[in-house]
């Protein structure tokens, strides 16, 4: 059938020419189809079932394709005559996927056919419901949310007919109501935002939240509910606990039923994933996606989720890796069901693959690991080797008998990438820090992955896009060794430019001395952005505003910054810190002696605390807060330009600049006076008195291009693209009040940006970092 001839055929059932060829492009969809046209005859079918087996088409699962038949004869002869019979239809052979035959009695009940909602009953619901929501009706008028009553309505009526519920619900709104007026017609306002000073006060975020990670908060400090990470979850489309089946591309087994059921049973149908990272590395910022998916989601179902390491790999494996892990998972706000490990499951891993050669569906192989490397490699010659032989030497392998390369243990498929026949087991002659000599075979990723899954009862596997080519081997191992099957949902990996994540590449930058460790505040391990100050609230909420999609795609860190910012914005208290200070002495300082001042820690919410600062005749401001020659539109100190002091109720003006040999301004000599006589200023700036010295680190991002490892962008690798000036250290003068302050306590640096203390600091002296500046330009 040439494709002009198909398109022809797809608008015999109803669709437009667009919507055809549209059609014809999705292969799937274009062969369900066209399996429909061939079981009925669309000129001899009740009006709109057309559409209705195009419906069919696009929503049949291949589980259920040996039905499509059995589908299309009750739409044609119209008992199943709406989208939401059709779809009863498939959501109960689908719960029955391994019924040889269809119970026809169960299945007409489970469709509502033959039920016949009247317009009396539609009424008598539409009365029922109309009634709770009357005063709100009255109230609210025309923008009350109708949609409410319909779906009561559809509650109770299960197979009446959509329209009709909505043509009632019209009618008795308008018969209460009468017709729409002018303030009927007009758009709902918006709440208006409240004023900075309003004296509201803004919710607060708890530093050790427990499991549950909060919302993202605006600058405002108003809650965004829709971007927290429960939120979010709860709309995830994944299957029930027990439906794996209902999800595209499982593989059902004759025993798939008994198997769900006993699973089922051992689980209580709660839903349980697992965060599975390998023990070699610290967790980077994409790692926080994965954590806040798979803990996010047992969470958001009232489920469990287990911190499994995929301790498969001796060679690699560090103790401060799993301590490392473990308290980035906790720092997230998260908390394991369970800690676990591959390890724990290496006898039964290795029982599993001894059955696999029994069964004839794995082989020892000896082709050397760059032969197999690549996607078009030889086959193996030694795939049809007597089971018996592979039997005797996969037990060589385990006794040690066998060299290092020289046999592995592969199993017989081919995954959808073309790799033919991934391997399972590998000899590694190294200890494990778990089991010590025990082992010199160590299972793979390929192998281990699924089968811990199926031993913990994992409903979700939850992954990043790159493993969806292990999906097949995945289902086939499970489904080989008879065992329960989880189902394996991807989503897309999360990048972040300007930076690197591979271990390899961290370890280089710390082995060149361009950075200090693995949480130098200038790369994008959680380590780091811990030790920068990044909140993890801040860090679960950029999380949960990227959505859960199968694209995966790199971000600006800006977008992070933003995230980072609208958190502490409204959990750090504020103080005064000068960059580069300029000394100021104020020669008419009205008292003999300092004065102590209350500061609030946030101006606009003074209820929340305050601190007391010192202003005394000598003080600092920022240098650049002071030009010598006024330029156009400069508002802050100059020879002519007098500027207030925040908190303190004064206005300065200078009488004389002091200058050192070179000609640089070193001191200012000026008056004060009382703001409320003195002239209204056209700028506060921030100062300091009787200051203790602090060490600030200014980090600025550690590479100059968007993608660091594209060799097209920087030829010369990413080693040479690293800016020379990504860390300014200086010696800063802070409000005393900051004395006691803890490592990782953060604070907002008056007018510069946000800052948190570091764990270099000392008794003697505190280092802060900045996490990110202020979104206001402070030069203005």
Known sequence: MTPEETIENFKLLGLSEQKAKETLKNANVTKSLLAVLNEVDVKNIPSGSGLLLYHLATKIKPQIADKLSFVCKYIANGDLDSTLRVDAALDYLLANVNDSNVNFEKFVDACGINVVITP????????????????????????????IIMQAVRADL?????????????????????????????????????????GNKKPKLDENQGSKPTDLLSASGDIVSALSVPELMKKLPFHAPGENFKSDGYVVTPNTKKLLEEHVKATKGKVRTRFPPEPNGILHIGHAKAININFGYAAAHDGICFLRYDDTNPEKEEEKFFVGIKDMVEWLGYKPYKITHSSDYFDQ??????????????????????EIKGFNPPPSPWRNRPVEESLQLFEDMKNGKIDEGEATLRMKITLEEGKQDPVAYRIKFKPHHRTGNKWCIYPTYDYTHCLCDSIENITHSLCTKEFQSRRSSYYWL???????????????????????????????????????????????????????????????????????TGASGALD?????????????????????????LKITIVNFPTDKPVKIEVPDFPTEPERGSHTVILDRVLYIEASDFKEKEEKGYRRLTPTQSVGLRHAGYVITVNNVIKDNTGKVTELECTCEASDVAKKPKAFIHWVSKPVTVEVRLYEL??????????????????????????????????????????????????????????DSTSNEIVFNRTVSLKEDANK
């Open 120 to 147: 009396e009953q539609v009424e008598q619901a539409v009365e029922k419901h109309m009634a709770k929501y009357k005063e709100e009706l009255l109230a609210k008028r025309y923008h009350f949310n109708s949609g």
């Open 158 to 198: 299960k197979w009446a007919d959509g329209k009709a519920i909505k043509n009632e619900v019209d009618i008795q709104i308008l018969d209460l109501l009468g017709p729409k007026t002018d303030a009927d017609l007009a758009p709902v306002r918006k709440a208006e935002k409240k004023s900075k000073g309003d």
């Open 349 to 370: 891993l290795y029982e599993w693959a001894v059955k696999l050669i029994k069964k004839d569906l794995a082989y020892v192989c000896h082709q050397k690991s760059e």
């Open 478 to 548: 499970c489904n080989a060794l008879d065992i329960y099957c989880p189902v394996q949902w991807e989503y897309g990996r999360l990048n972040v430019n300007y930076t690197v994540v591979s271990k390899r590449k961290i370890a280089k930058l710390i082995e060149q001395g361009i950075v200090s460790d693995w949480d130098d505040p200038r790369l994008f391990t959680l380590t780091s952005l811990r030790r920068r100050g990044a909140p993890p609230q801040a860090i679960n909420s950029f999380c949960a505003g990227l959505g859960v």
């Open 557 to 581: 860190p800006s977008v992070l910054d933003a995230a980072i910012r609208d958190v502490l914005n409204v959990t750090a208290p504020r103080v005064m810190v000068v960059l580069e200070p």
């Open 702 to 759: 550690l590479f100059e291009h968007k993608n660091p490892e594209d060799t097209s962008e920087v030829p010369g690798g990413f080693l040479s693209d690293c800016r020379k000036n990504s860390l300014e250290v200086v010696k800063a003068y802070a409000d005393s009040s900051i004395q006691g302050a803890k490592v990782y306590d953060k604070f907002q640096f008056e007018r510069i940006g946000f800052f948190s203390v570091d764990p």
